[in-house]
């Protein structure tokens, strides 16, 4: 139940990524996931702080929230891909190959 969560989470942000990136390459490299999470010392260190404080819901362990995490890091994009992301946030959340609409101003001053 709860990776299905973090397969349905990973799924939205990625999609999110790629229509900022106006169709262009948007990625997952196994390879840099594996090593993140295999050098997590640190990360699952904070995760027990974050748990120990209540910060995650009942359901998940301090380790699961993680695993959405490590994925994240393991996006990969190209230097063009990168760029349209980058002019998205810039031009207020419009893309400016697709001109479609695909974050709030509120979220690109949140995000900036």
Request: with cysteine; net charge neutral; proline share 3%.
């Amino acid at each position: 139940w709860y990776q299905r969560r973090v397969r349905v989470r990973f799924d939205f942000v990625t999609s999110e990524y790629k229509k900022m990136a106006g169709g262009e390459f948007v990625g997952f490299s196994n390879a840099t996931f594996l090593s993140e999470k295999s050098e997590a010392d640190r990360n699952y260190a904070i995760g027990y702080y974050l748990k120990e404080h209540n910060v995650f819901p009942e359901v998940a362990t301090s380790r699961r929230p993680l695993d959405l995490y490590f994925q994240l890091c393991s996006v990969e994009t190209t230097a063009n891909s990168a760029a349209v992301i980058s002019a998205t946030l810039a031009n207020g959340g419009v893309c400016p190959t697709t001109k479609d609409v695909c974050v709030t101003a509120d979220a690109v001053r949140n995000t900036l």
